[in-house]
């Protein structure tokens, strides 16, 4: 590859010769890193005319670097990088800045120190995987995804693949969600009612920014998903944690003065609970009563292997009152980074403003193609083959949680991807993590789940997503054995 | 295609007969649109079996369905939904909710109502489409996009298209940006230094967030980039507009106090002003004077056709005060909502942090064909051919603005797409885009870039990024023609 003339420039404060500048210029990108062993330089002719300065001064630099050996030539052909020339550092080259900024003083608000756990990026090279929410490549249908994308690449579709849409979305995918996924969840809705978000963590921070203020109260599920909890402290509203039992939330333990309820009833993250009908019910009364407004989290309905799915809370909404939050980068990928915010005209306006301030609209080239996958029904045969496959593992997995005297704690009616789990009362998951990584294992801590006051520590997820069957029993073997081990102490 | 039989529910509330629910759900399926004619009913056995209940109940409803013509059967293979069934109506369809909630007490936080106009999302039906930021079709290098969009696509890219990254950005992408984007203004950087973004957009909002609060002070540039007022005001810091001259802001102009500095050196927005060396020196000890944060937004610096661009106000940056933000979605397309940040690793810290409690990451698979687009050189390409393209079209409009008799009011010292234009006084250019717009000419008026309280009515901005150059002539003359009729009253 050729190294670009545009990264040349003069610098008008510097003290020494043009010479020595082009000079520098050079060896420093060489030493740097940048420019790497055997590059072009561009002619002395091409770069005397981009600096403006006379070709016989670059061809001296040239002439000098040349008998350092950082450069060679090739007869006509130019100047390259020498081979020999001296390699750039392995640590990472040292800017001259030296920082003079009070950054503790500049931040006028922090973002980091969340609760939300550090995921392992390497998840990969674990043998036994029992991680939640990344995708199984056996499983994922990639030559469809990749036709339909082929698709929304083609000449017919350019205006949707590079318009800047403003603050609107791909009509296509608006009107699928709205004739075919929103029925199956029993709700109907017009296009006003509907914004497509950059997943579904998107969607739920967009909520919190709209309701949510300093002098308001939002309940939470508790145990609850760390990452909503994250987004809502930030928005600094105050935090009321509902305790959850086996058929989720607990209306009757809402506070009074609530003023937004989150809730996951298709299945509660993390504990799996799915909300019984009359318990729905209750919730809505106790919502109507207390003039909140809810927003469910309809995570993972579509992995339903069990029975059919409840329809959704919000198709049981006569007020206008829930507002609903779907994902479609659960069910094909989570990279993908799409989902949607169903809720009432009032709201879906702020929520699309706020919205355009923020990032605009999701790519439309991403949209497009999501349009596509669903409506040429690449995606229920996806789910329906996730389906089949999570099916046998999780019965796999409960075989195995069973004859290796595991505690189950909760898992979903319908189906699901994982189990929430309990160990003994004295065992910190947090140890029992560790010591399972050394021996290959994966798994993810409950505590962060929990209220930070909470100190609940036994808890953890085993996720069946992305480990493949024939290796489930010897993975579950040795968490029990390790949890074996951490009692003994 | 075959109607899912996810969309039917029991609902447990229901007064009538089972049979009567199923008939009922199938007609309002069909009276709103959802089911289209010809579409296939699940078998009865099948239907009977997803909703629990007995077989002779479900085809009941089918025949009495049949009989009211709102379905077909043909023989063995099924029913359908009948060609003569009612016509789904011409409007949105009613749903039976009431709006129960008081949106303006239950809406905590309003984000409508900023000033950024809105554009027309139909521009390509006006023939002389004098309007700034969108893709020219017959520009763009679609064939060479595609190619790396494939490549992305492929299996080995898989992770990379697929995964959560959590907060992470795709490697390849970032490396790009490091060893040959960034050299090309002059900037060094670390890879903890650099964030990439849904779009610049994005990258100015996260800094707003992370800089600004209620009680802290933002220089802005006046005239400005709507958006980012917008963005600026919704943090609810003290605004302090800095007019700009010929070399764009001016530092004496900044107040005491100040605490971030937001400002376009390369291309100022919307005058097109470049800043010249002694200019942005200047500014970057008045930053220093008042311990300020520099916010550059170098946009369209690529385009440059007119001479070689200057570095950034970045490269010149010894302190670690300036934070950098740069954007592909300009020069590829603005559908494509990519841009990146580069600042101090404490800064970009946070910056990431802020990003994925909002949106996780932009989409892997567009942050990798992006990445091959530039290190295949197609971008490169695409600049250059897009830049000889403007050079001509810009010459054509100087003429045509000559001839004419209109006045520019700024210009770009290297290019750019785009003249800012000054009416006479009593010319309002909204009543001039108004009477434009019925002669098939759009242009962008300029009184959303003051000050609110400015009143400035007589700026308007003509770019010619999306019209062809014969175009450019008989458009000019029509604005000319429009500005006489409107200085006659």
Known sequence: MAISIDTFFLDPDSQGTLQAQIQQMIAQGILAGRYGKGEKLPSSRKLAMHLGISRITVTLAYTELLSNDYLT???????????????????????????AVDWSRAIGQKFTGGSAPTKPVDWQKYKYPFIY???????????????????????????????????????????????????????????EEVLITVGAQNALWLTAQ???TQRRTAAIEDP????????????RCHLSPIPVDRDGIQPDLIEDGTDVIFTTPSHQCPTSATMPHARRKQLLRRARDLEAIIVEDDYEFEVSFLG???PAL???????????????????FPGLRLGYLVGSEEFIREARALRASVLRHPPGHIQRTTAYFLSLG????????????????????????????????????????????????????????????????????????????????????????????????????????????????
């Not at 609850?224 to 928005?235: G, K």
């Not at 560790?434 to 798994?443: C, E, F, M, P, Q």
Request: charged share 25%; net charge neutral; with cysteine.
């Open 73 to 99: 030539s090739r007869g006509r052909s130019g100047y390259f990088v020498s081979q020999n020339a001296p390699e750039p550092p392995k640590f990472a080259p040292q800017v001259k800045r030296t920082e």
């Open 133 to 191: 929410g990344q995708v199984d490549k056996t499983l994922f249908d990639h030559a469809n995804w990749r036709l339909c994308a082929l698709q929304a690449l083609g000449a017919r579709d350019f205006s949707a693949l590079t318009a800047d849409y403003y603050d609107q979305d791909d009509h296509q995918l608006i009107e699928f969600i709205l004739r075919h996924t929103l029925p199956r969840r029993g709700i109907v809705a017009r296009p």
């Open 210 to 212: 709209i309701l949510l």
């Open 224 to 235: 609850c998903y760390h990452a909503l909890r994250d987004v809502l402290t930030q928005s």
């Open 308 to 310: 059919a799915p409840m």
């Open 314 to 332: 919000k198709s049981l909404d006569e007020d206008g009152r829930v507002i609903y939050v779907g994902s479609f980068s659960k069910s094909i």
């Open 378 to 489: 690449h995606y229920d045969a996806l789910v329906r083959k996730i389906s089949k496959v999570y099916q046998k593992r999780r019965e796999i997995m409960e075989n195995a949680i069973q004859e290796y005297g595991l505690e189950i704690a909760g898992s979903g009616v319908f189906g699901g991807s994982s189990f929430w789990m309990r160990a003994p009362e004295n065992v910190n998951t947090v140890e029992l993590k560790h010591a399972l990584k050394r021996n290959d294992v994966l798994i993810e801590t409950g505590h962060p789940y929990f209220a930070a006051s909470a100190g609940i520590m036994n808890y953890y997820r085993l996720a069946y997503s992305s480990i493949s069957e024939e290796l489930i029993p010897e993975g579950v073997k040795r968490i029990a054995h390790e949890i074996d081990q951490l009692t003994r102490h």
